[in-house]
């Protein structure tokens, strides 16, 4: 889909458009879950706004955004706050712009695997470039170099062993590019490992008193992963605290490494994780592991240092329930072709489902108020009830609704839900404290209609409602009649609410849970959102975009 072009923009309006791609990978309002790196969100023409804040007199404002967005902790992507950032470190427009960029490598690229998809997008746009560059320049190579040589001796061994190489890039292919010069001995012997290995490393630098305790680590490492025995290589793990990214292959499969591993991991990577653990066998009723995996997902304090969203929670039951995400149509023939051949995955642990379904019910805990005024409106038809939301297909787009709602109701003291019905909305009165289940049944019975997108707004503006923020969850927006002419206005219906309550900066987001993707609207207001499908980041996405922050 073509990106609506940029001219002509002030400066407030650039800083808009840069804010709304790092929150969701467009430079207009809309957001669409799936793979970023397939539908090529990550090329230059997507973020246009950057050259053109680059060519004004304030062009340090793009980091001064990036960094905020960064620190607030609400972009759900941050491949769109790295590749903002390359974007800056490569274009020629201003020169200020780009050392600035350069400054802020180590601020925002934090990890390892971050560092290596910097580097993977500064190449591409270098390479892309109407006059394409194929070296590293001298700032580049700079920043590069004070990424790994910041760190002290062991912290680089542990970056290196951790994580040797993404997105086809490895730590030996940018020293190689980058060459970094150092004093220490230590981190010599770290960057000889990483270009030569272990053997020569200990050649060089074995009689060496500062590189011992780097060598040492970087020997443990090695040991462990060329270890065949497996309960072995699980004391390994614990001994050394290893993580996830140390397992290699032929040990990803071992109930003993899995063990050991539960109580290293965070909990979303262990509910990401959790069906995989499953289909290997890990978590049969009466392994081991089910107890570990219990214990750490139903761990209230972690829960809440984590803020994990009930969204991720709901959505981990629904695919362990289904035995993993739903399949593409494509997926689903393939499986047919071959079904035979194909072992099924084991039945769900039941004591597993209950678990996650209390980390559900302690997850609200971790939800943030806004101290906004909210209006939900449902769509609680029958198609939306039996209709699955796109990109997550084991959760129908009614209970997704509920979820949103639910959220805000714990978190927020003015929610007014609704539904759609014939004429105008249907006031629905929940009770906060009730679960998941319990307000979907609730909402299941309420009436339905007509659905028009304007009729939450003329309902509020008829009552003189105060509303901040307007969420619509349908199954499409696009709705028309038979000559083809849409049915309802409903960006029309928002500007009219704003003007009669006076209240320039109510916003308005759709959801449209089975629409695979929407046309970039030419009004360009910045308060309006519109959502294709749902996703575990949907949310969080919605509390951004309420308290303003694109």
């Not at 769900?348 to 678990?355: C, N, S």
């Not at 006031?427 to 906060?432: D, P, T």
């Amino acid at each position: 889909m073509a990106e609506p072009a940029l001219s002509g923009d002030s400066l407030i309006q650039l800083e808009v458009r840069l804010c709304q791609y790092l929150y969701v990978g467009k430079e207009y309002p809309n957001y669409q879950p799936g793979n970023w790196f397939f539908h090529k969100y990550y090329e230059e023409g997507r973020v246009q706004s950057i050259k053109k804040i680059a060519e004004t007199q304030n062009p340090l404002v793009a980091i001064d955004l990036i960094k905020k967005a960064f620190e607030r902790k609400l972009v759900q992507n941050s491949e769109t706050l790295i590749f903002a950032l390359a974007v800056c470190a490569r274009q020629t427009e201003n020169e200020n712009l780009r050392h600035a960029a350069y400054n802020a490598i180590k601020t925002i690229c934090t990890t390892p695997q971050h560092f290596i998809l910097f580097v993977k997008f500064a190449s591409q746009i270098a390479k892309s470039a109407p006059e394409p560059k194929h070296g590293w320049g001298a700032g580049w190579r700079k920043a590069v170099n004070e990424w790994y040589l910041s760190k002290d001796a062991l912290d680089l061994a542990k970056c290196v062993t951790g994580c040797k190489g993404r997105y086809g890039w490895t730590h030996k292919d940018i020293v190689k590019l980058s060459h970094p010069k150092t004093d220490d001995i230590a981190k010599k012997a770290v960057l000889k490992y990483v270009l030569f290995g272990l053997k020569e490393t200990i050649k060089d630098f074995g009689d060496k008193p500062e590189a011992a305790e780097v060598i040492e680590y970087i020997q443990k490492i090695e040991n462990f992963k060329h270890c065949e025995d497996q309960v072995l290589a699980g004391r390994l793990l614990e001994l050394h605290n290893l993580t996830l990214d140390h397992v290699p292959g032929h040990l990803l499969k071992s109930e003993e490494v899995w063990n050991s591993l539960i109580p290293t991991m965070n909990i979303t990577m262990l509910l990401h994780n959790l069906q995989r653990m499953h289909n290997i066998g890990i978590l049969e009723p009466t392994g081991t592991a089910v107890d570990k995996v219990v214990d750490e997902i139903c761990n209230q304090e972690k829960l809440l240092k984590e803020k994990i969203h009930p969204a991720l929670v709901l959505i981990t039951i629904k695919n362990y329930e289904k035995s993993g995400p739903a399949l593409s149509y494509e997926k689903q023939k393939a499986r047919k072709a071959k079904a035979r051949s194909v072992i099924p995955p084991p039945k769900p642990t039941r004591k597993i489902i209950e678990a996650l379904y209390k980390t559900l019910g302690y997850s609200f805990n971790s939800l943030a108020p806004t101290g906004l005024r909210y209006m939900i409106t449902i769509d609680m038809s029958k198609a939306m009830q039996d209709n699955s939301a796109w990109r997550c297909g084991n959760l129908s787009s009614a209970e997704a609704g509920c979820l949103i709602a639910l959220c805000l109701l714990r978190s927020e003291n003015n929610v007014t839900v609704a539904t759609f019905k014939n004429i105008g909305v249907h006031i629905v009165y929940l009770n906060k404290n009730a679960s998941l289940g319990q307000i979907v049944k609730k909402m299941k019975q309420m009436p339905t209609g007509e659905v028009n997108l304007e009729k939450p707004m003329i309902w509020a503006a008829q009552k003189s409602e105060e509303i901040d923020v307007f969420i619509n969850v349908v199954d499409v927006v696009d709705k028309r009649c038979g000559n083809g002419a849409r049915t309802d206005n409903p960006r029309k219906a928002i500007k009219e609410y704003r003007s009669k309550m006076e209240l320039k900066n109510a916003k308005l987001v759709t959801c449209a849970m089975t629409t695979a993707q929407m046309v970039p609207h030419s009004d360009d207001d910045k308060n309006t959102l519109t959502i294709c499908g749902f996703d575990e980041n949907v949310p969080k996405i919605i509390e951004a975009f309420a308290r303003s922050l694109f």
